[in-house]
C-alpha cells in the first residue's frame, strides 16, 4: 500500500512540476499566451502561482514565481517522501537536506521536460510533421536546438541536434541520479 500511495504522490507532483517548469519557459521564450496549450498551463499553475507573483515579481528573463512555485512544490513533494517513508514529517534540523533535495527533483524535472519535448518533437517531425503542436514544440526546443545546430556539421537533410540534446540530457539526469544518492547516502 505504501509503495501505491508513493507512485501516486510521485506522479501528480511530477507533473505538476513539469507543469511549472513549462510555464517558466514559456515566459522566457515569449510564447504567445493565447496559444490553447499556453493557456492549458496557465490555468492548471495559477493557483500556486499567482499568489506567489505578489511577493515575487518576474524578471526579464526568467518567471521567478513559477520557479518559487515550483521549488514549494518539489519540497513539499521531499516532505511527503520522506513523510511516507520514515513514518513522520521531517523537523527543521532536516530542512537544509530537504532544500537540497527539492533542488535536485526541480533539475531532474527541468531534464525530463527537455527529454520528453525533444523525443516527442523528434517523432513528429518523421510521422506527423504538419501536426498542429510541431509550431509550439518547434519554439519550446529552438534556443536548446540551435546552439547544438551551429557547432553540428551540416549533414544536408540529416539533423542530429535532438539525438545530441537527448543524450546531454540524458547525461545530465545521470548526475542528478548520482548526486542525489551521494547527499542521501552521507
Known sequence: MLSVLHFLLNIIFTLFGIALIIRAWIF?????????????????????????????????????????????????????FWGLLIGQLPGMDMLPALLIAAVLTVLKWTFNVILWITLIQAILSWVNPLAPVMPVLHTL?????????????????????????????????MIIQHLTFTLVGM
Open 141 to 173: 526546443t529552438a534556443p536548446l536546438l540551435d546552439p547544438i545546430r551551429r557547432m553540428l556539421p551540416n549533414l544536408g537533410g540529416i539533423d542530429f541536434s535532438p539525438l545530441v540534446l537527448l543524450v546531454l540530457a540524458q547525461v545530465a539526469m
Open 28 to 80: 522566457a521564450i515569449r510564447l504567445h499566451p493565447f496559444n490553447p496549450y499556453s493557456q492549458a498551463i496557465l490555468r492548471i499553475t495559477d493557483w500556486l502561482v499567482q499568489p506567489i507573483r505578489k511577493v515575487i515579481k518576474p524578471g526579464n528573463l526568467l518567471d521567478w514565481s513559477s520557479i518559487c512555485a515550483c521549488l514549494l512544490a518539489a519540497l513539499v513533494y521531499q516532505a511527503a
